[in-house]
């Protein structure tokens, strides 16, 4: 019988959402496990099941396109070095390699078979950015990293546990290269609790149905999704589309122009394909993007442009092509750097939606910030132990056309594909040595326009103990986001020690271990989005709105937007619009 025949489609709902409650629940023993602050405060876990065959199943909701596409073809590197006839029941795989499908040293995956009557026929997966692996800088995100091997130990796919038993040899060497053993063992415990759950709801699921309906089920739940996303693409107006995109900086050299990602995208058929020809050659720092991440920012843009909700899983893969020139930003040669490479993932993205802005101008959007991270760190001056944490700051989402920018929560990227962002205040000052002195809105970050940008986020951090920072604004600080259709760019993001005393200092966007001192001060300010469409076309209300929700400033309001805002100090709930100032302001600027 037919596979789809043979399920009906209530069957197939009810399995679909078993697989992904399983992946979830992956998830959750991962973060209630977890040593490292964001992943048990701030959620940072990414989990995943596969057949016998490496193909995606399901994921957890929790795990972004950036970590989903590393762990598929991670997988299928950890199965050619370990075929399925060779593997034991009790089998747990770790690996990092970015060149064999990893992200970079930090993210450390796991999967663990699954098997039933003395064979594999699932794998579940597991993925986590650890707290440590060695490298030139604590926590393995060296801005300045000019080859892999500063950034960490690389994994190749390893057996972390043979039969059951832990391989000692491998923890021994992982614990002797982190600057934190205890956090790093830690972490890796915690995802080898979330694979060992997932392996046991799945036996329980095969159980319930047996393993022939099972894999008849997977194999619909995969067609259904290649069926669908292929009709999605053959509804896409068909062609060929050029975009480009500019980054920043390498974090070791800037370029005229920046490190330029150029697509040419082509939709014929149903097939989705997208040629990086022309891109920049690979970059001496660390914005190369492995062909994992390459293909995370690709299929990210392409369900930006249909439906959303289509299931996830290994369908959606197949319709996607893509053209990947080598030695190149989008598929570098060993040994690049790699630990900044959503920089260019973002390009990825921009630069498609870019090619695709002038077919689907109702789908257009400005630049959103990048991810802003600053890895602090020091030793307790009381026990001698090493302390690391990261710390994200998140910017504003580039304008819509027909909505603002989402403020203070990065742009579409980002809100799926950083774990983290979010942890709380209280934990970072009961964990580390610091103060959170502030955190608030950037006024006047969001880039101008009919529809404006989102505005991006500052936060003070005092030091309370001396220390290295290593931190990196991966991109859009000296090429601020963007705006488009007449909207301005949002402003760039930025590092400042000491703002506002004799003492400040403004860093370069991307630092490596540079020393602090207790006592100081560092601001952390999120890039705004860029705007979208003439800024004097806002409605004065919205204008005036931005300026009650501290959004935007009165002189700001006046010169971007020709608004004259009226308020008395100290009380900006009852500001109000001069009509006749507004009309003249706007009426001299289009003149």
Not at 143 to 171: D, K, Q, V
Not at 532 to 555: C, M, N, Y
Request: glycine share 12%; with cysteine; charged share 20%.
């Amino acid at each position: 019988m037919d596979a789809i025949a043979s399920n009906d489609a209530i069957t197939m709902e009810i399995v679909r959402s078993a697989l992904n409650n399983i992946s979830a629940e992956m998830g959750t023993a991962v973060v209630r496990g977890g040593y490292s602050t964001s992943i048990k405060e701030g959620g940072d876990a990414s989990n995943a099941i596969f057949d016998a065959a490496g193909r995606l199943v399901a994921q957890s909701d929790s795990t972004p396109l950036l970590h989903l596409c590393s762990l598929r073809p991670s997988l299928g590197e950890v199965i050619k070095d370990f075929p399925l006839d060779q593997m034991r029941d009790g089998d747990v795989y770790l690996t990092n390699d970015p060149f064999r499908g990893g992200i970079h040293s930090n993210d450390i995956l796991l999967f663990k078979p699954v098997f039933h009557e003395g064979k594999p026929v699932f794998f579940t997966g597991t993925l986590i950015h650890v707290a440590d692996v060695g490298g030139m800088s604590a926590g393995g995100l060296p801005a300045n990293a000019t080859e892999i091997y500063h950034e960490g130990l690389i994994l190749p796919p390893m057996r972390f546990y043979e039969a059951g038993s832990p391989n000692r040899t491998l923890i021994t060497l992982l614990t002797a290269n982190s600057r934190t053993p205890d956090k790093l063992m830690g972490d890796l415990e915690a995802l080898l609790g979330g694979v060992n759950v997932g392996a046991e709801r799945l036996k329980a699921l095969i159980g319930k149905y047996g393993l022939d309906r099972l894999n008849h089920i997977v194999d619909s739940l995969i067609d259904y999704a290649e069926r669908r996303t292929r009709q999605e693409i053959a509804n896409l107006r068909p062609g060929t589309y050029e975009g480009s995109f500019a980054i920043d900086d390498d974090g070791v050299e800037q370029r005229p122009g920046g490190f330029v990602v150029r697509v040419k995208v082509t939709i014929e058929d149903s097939n989705f394909t997208v040629d990086f020809t022309g891109t920049d050659q690979q970059a001496r720092g660390a914005i190369n993007a492995a062909v994992s991440q390459t293909m995370s920012g690709v299929l990210f843009a392409l369900r930006c442009l249909i439906d959303p909700t289509i299931p996830l899983n290994d369908g959606c893969y197949a319709p996607v092509e893509m053209v990947l020139p080598s030695g190149t930003l989008v598929n570098p040669d060993m040994p690049a750097a790699v630990n900044s490479r959503i920089a260019t993932i973002g390009a990825i993205t921009d630069a498609i939606l870019e090619a695709m802005s002038g077919v689907y101008p109702e789908k257009a959007i400005a630049a959103s910030c990048s991810v802003h991270v600053s890895t602090p760190t020091g030793r307790d001056p009381k026990t001698g132990r090493p302390w690391i944490f990261i710390s994200a700051i998140n910017g504003g989402g580039g304008a819509r056309s027909g909505k603002d920018g989402v403020d203070c929560a990065g742009g579409p990227l980002i809100i799926q594909g950083f774990g983290g962002a979010g942890t709380p205040t209280e934990t970072l000052e009961m964990e580390y040595p610091i103060l959170v002195e502030r955190v608030e809105m950037w006024r006047d970050s969001g880039g101008a326009g009919k529809w404006r940008g989102g505005v991006g986020s500052l936060r003070d951090v005092r030091m309370l103990d001396d220390g290295m920072l290593t931190a990196r604004i991966a991109d859009r600080s000296i090429f601020p986001p963007r705006g488009i259709g007449g909207g301005s760019p949002g402003v760039g993001g930025k590092w400042v020690i000491n703002r506002g005393t004799p003492d400040e200092t403004t860093l370069p966007p991307k630092i490596t271990n540079h020393a602090f001192k207790a006592g100081d001060v560092l601001t952390m300010a999120g890039s705004g989005g860029g705007g979208v469409g003439d800024p004097f076309e806002r409605d004065e209300s919205e204008v005036l709105a931005d300026f009650q929700e501290h959004k935007l400033t009165i002189a700001a309001a006046r010169e971007q937007y020709g608004v004259a805002i009226v308020a008395a100090p100290g009380d900006d709930a009852v500001a109000t619009v001069d009509p006749e100032e507004t009309l003249n302001l706007r009426e001299a600027a289009r003149s």
